[in-house]
């Protein structure tokens, strides 16, 4: 079953369309939403969650959409929203006692447990812990009551790389079990490269591309030459580009340029941004 | 629900402690106002008490609370509701202290009957009530930063309303009686109205909560 599936799905506001936005993330995976700041990756997960009032389109969770039964839906999802949202004043205790008597499932000794892993002290209120530690008390909450689909925005930014490798492999861990998908929103590229099975690329509010990460490593290259050389390319190969003082590097597709092309392997950092330039150059 | 009353309960236990120490100290003068004739001490600190709710979801704003809150498996109707169910444990909360002022008063040696004393509770009732139905709605609509001016508005018409009937009043500015001597089935039947529209408020912020940020 498909841990999430959004077909169609529209926002309009004044001054910026979302959508429409087609993606699915299958159980047991990790899914990538990568995209510049305002590109609409908050309100995707918002219109998820049904934040906010969807103009088109479906939002089908674990099977259900997400309008029948939205209670029921969230005792199943384990959300993270940067480091917002848990009141200032709690400590980790009573924040977890908040919780309890929130979600049916809340699992206080698994809480418990992550608070102690992650050294987070027991006393000290939410306001007075650092950038890491709140982003780990956050998953703790988050993963407590044993949650099927994790949606995580902008979850790792601001974390030192120490906190970071740690957030990661908790994320792995979570998804190692087939019944648990994550969708992860982040500009930081480099974090989703190491975590995800499939990447999607928002820009401007529309999804660029949405693929097996290794697929695209497969089907995308970089190529490099001269200005001159890379007017003789197929226009449809190539995809963006960066020009320098010392020559031309084109994001191209490996099945479209002439056999003996001299290709290096693109990184989806490398990727995304070329890919980025070439949309905002056309 | 169980977890939305704790969160406000920890928030109003850790940040609101002036605010109960200065409602405190207003029902202690009152006690000495009340053998004087004047119940403004304890009026005031109901004000103080009243304005508890929308403090706390100041707070909940700034810790952006109203927004994760969205993502929790938890109602717009248990969110507002757990609002209005503090509102009411504070305005019991109000009645009990307004009785242990008159009691000490009349420890003090102030006479106070029966029916006074019924006035008295239902008046702060009133008030408790009245300010937070007109308030709490115009929260969940327009947000704390705009609600507050509701607030404020609200507070100088009640204050101009006080100001009004302290100046008709015989005993001068020492006696506040917001609905003069009017019999006691009248201060019920006002009590009445103001759960009515009480109600009428909780409904209305269900309707609106969640507006602020669409």
């Keep these: 079953m498909n ?73 199943e999802i384990g959300v993270v929203m940067g480091s917002d949202g848990i009141p200032l004043c709690l400590n980790a205790v009573q924040l977890g006692k908040v919780m309890a008597g929130i979600y049916r499932s809340w699992d206080p000794a698994f809480y418990a447990d992550l608070c102690r892993k992650f050294g987070l002290p027991d006393k000290k209120q939410y306001k007075d812990y650092s950038t890491g530690m709140k982003m780990k008390l956050c998953m703790a909450v988050a993963l407590s009551h044993h949650p099927k689909l994790l949606l995580l925005d902008e979850a790792t930014n601001g974390l030192d790389p120490v906190v970071r490798d740690q957030v990661t492999d908790l ?74 003082p010392y020559g031309v590097s084109a994001l191209v597709r490996r099945e479209k340029m002439p056999a003996g092309a001299r290709l290096a392997p693109v990184s989806i950092e490398e990727l995304f941004v070329m ?7 056309q | 629900m169980k977890g939305l009353l704790l969160k406000d309960w920890y928030q109003a236990k850790t940040l609101l402690p002036f605010q109960l120490a200065a409602v405190i100290v207003m029902m202690g003068v009152s006690v000495y106002g009340w053998r004087s004739g004047s119940n403004f001490f304890m009026l005031y600190g109901c004000f103080i008490l009243g304005m508890m709710p929308m403090s706390l979801l100041s707070y909940d704003q700034s810790s952006r609370w109203d927004s994760y809150s969205g993502t929790l498996p938890v109602t717009r109707t248990q969110l507002v509701s757990a609002k209005y169910i503090v509102v009411l444990v504070l305005a019991g909360a109000a009645a009990v202290l307004t009785c242990v002022v008159m009691a000490l008063a009349v420890l003090l040696g102030a006479s106070v009957s029966g029916t006074q004393a019924a006035v008295q509770v239902i008046q702060v009732l009133v008030v408790m009530l009245w300010g937070n139905t007109i308030v709490l709605p115009f929260l969940y609509r327009f947000g704390p930063e705009k609600g507050r001016y509701a607030y404020v508005g609200m507070i100088a018409v009640i204050a101009a309303v006080i100001g009004a009937l302290t100046a008709q009043s015989e005993d001068g500015l020492t006696q506040i009686q917001l609905l003069g001597n009017a019999a006691l089935p009248l201060y019920f039947a006002v009590l009445a109205v103001t759960c009515g529209f009480f109600a009428l408020s909780w409904r209305l912020s269900i309707a609106w909560c969640g507006k602020a940020g669409q």
Aim: proline letters at 3%.
């Design chain 1, 3 to 75: 841990a999430l599936e959004l077909q169609g799905l529209t926002k309009e506001y004044k001054d910026f369309t979302l959508g429409p936005l087609d993606l699915t993330v299958p159980g047991g995976t990790i899914c990538g939403l990568i995209g510049e700041n305002g590109a609409g990756k908050s309100t995707t997960i918002r219109l998820i969650l049904d934040m906010v009032q969807r103009d088109g389109g479906t939002v089908t969770i674990l099977g259900r959409d997400n309008r029948a039964d939205p209670v029921g839906i969230k005792e």
């Design chain 1, 171 to 244: 994320l792995l861990d979570f998804a190692r079990d087939e019944d648990h998908s994550i969708l992860i929103s982040s500009h930081i590229v480099s974090d989703l490269e190491k975590l995800c099975d499939t990447i999607a690329f928002l820009h401007k509010g529309r999804l660029l591309l949405w693929e097996d990460k290794d697929i695209l490593r497969q089907e995308y290259a970089l190529w490099q030459g001269t200005a001159a050389q890379l007017a003789q390319l197929d226009p449809g190969a190539v995809y963006g580009r960066r020009v320098t």
């Design chain 1, 275 to 281: 890919m980025v330039k070439g949309e905002n150059a």
